[in-house]
């Protein structure tokens, strides 16, 4: 290097000016002209653009410690008055939570193009709308109930038929079974994330709505806070005689 830029007083001058303009940007007094390094060997040339670069973002690293700082205060803060707001109002934190878990994933579905989804969507939020309004209207149909439970029991029993075939999948692509079907890893493994995804999503949705649509029809029917737990438990008894299935869910 030293015998280059021997040979090559044009450049060590150049080195020694854009060295001058790293400096002096470095410590804020103007905005110097950047100087030409085209003519300098590649080493140096990359040595000249970091030494640039560090000095164009001195300074950024508290800013950032900053950012990191009020991130946390503010994921702790969020969760402080979640907890609060879940105890003292349980059933709107419920409501505003299960809305925003049926609606946002639309808007990510719209802008990927995920059609598939969509369509998935739609039809589970047609059906299940109209299965909350049967279980909010007053006075409660008596083939309601009845109809309420079939639904959320076949979308429970998808859901987790779904979410177990995504996980042996997964399972299959870990340990190169897929090979054996001269399967990419990549399709495969994309193939058992979107089953659990989707198993995971439906099944903690379903449950939240089949929630939702109990608490309307109690209060429809007529049984108070005090008797929730009573008629809870003969209803578990109910179900569990005569639907073990429905015990297991």
Known sequence: MIGYLARNPLSWRKMAAAVLEVEVGAAGAREPEEVDI?????????????????????????????MVLILIATLVVA??????????HSR?????????????????????????????????SIITAFITYRATRKPLEQTTPRLVY???????KLSYATGIVGYVAVMFTLFGLNLLFRIKPEDAMDFG?????????????????AEM???????????STD???????????????YFPFCFCN
């Not at 085209?38 to 900053?66: F, N, Q, T, V």
């Open 150 to 156: 079939k639904w959320f029991l076949l979308l429970y």
């Open 227 to 241: 008797e929730q737990e009573e008629y809870q438990l003969k209803m578990i008894f109910f179900f569990y005689s």
């Open 38 to 66: 085209s003519d300098l060997a590649p080493e140096e040339r990359w040595r000249i653009e970091h030494a640039r670069m560090h000095a164009k973002h001195r300074g950024h690293e508290a800013m950032h410690a900053e």
């Open 92 to 124: 709107s934190y419920n409501m505003v939570t299960l809305f925003q878990m049926w609606i946002v994933p639309v808007y990510f579905t719209v802008k990927l193009h995920w059609w598939r989804f969509l369509a998935v969507w739609s039809l589970f």
């Open 213 to 223: 649509c109990a608490d309307y029809m109690a209060s429809t029917i007529g049984v």
């Open 193 to 209: 994330i979107s089953l659990l995804f989707y198993g995971l999503y439906y099944g903690v949705l379903g449950r939240d709505f």
């Open 79 to 88: 969760q402080l008055l979640l907890v609060q707001w879940k105890q003292r």
